[in-house]
């Protein structure tokens, strides 16, 4: 995939990301939490919720800097090589693996995406 295929996905995956903390939380708050004020902090109701809110700002934590190496691969006209779609592939997996708490496949697949980042990263440098 080319590198502004991967950067397209990768805001798509923030929305999965999103919609699934969303609909995490209708089964973790009240509906009057939900559509109220929240003045008040109430602790939700099971993991899932909690889950995937973390995952989510895992997420963002690496789409960062995911995006600025993706961008800068793009501007200075090097390529990455398969390392932003091995980023998006390792992301993907992440997100259910968290979600069900499949903590050594999860750590391998947010390892892999952070090799992917610092293969960017060297690509980016390396020309």
């Given at each position: ?14 929305f ?58 793009m ?10 779609t ?42």
């Open positions: 995939m080319s590198e502004l295929t991967c950067l397209e996905l990768a805001a798509v995956l923030w999965a990301h999103l919609w699934s903390q969303m609909g995490l939380a209708q089964g973790a708050f009240d509906r009057a939490y939900l559509f109220g004020s929240r003045d008040a902090k109430v602790a939700p109701k099971g993991v899932m919720w909690g889950r995937a809110t973390r995952a989510f700002a895992n997420y963002v934590e690496n789409f960062v800097a995911f995006s600025a190496l993706d961008l800068g691969l501007v200075t006209q090097h390529s990455g090589g398969l390392a932003p091995v980023w998006i592939v390792a992301r993907v997996i992440y997100l259910p693996l968290y979600l069900f708490d499949v903590f050594y496949l999860r750590t391998a697949a947010a390892g892999i995406a952070m090799l992917s980042l610092l293969f960017m990263l060297w690509r980016l440098f390396a020309g």
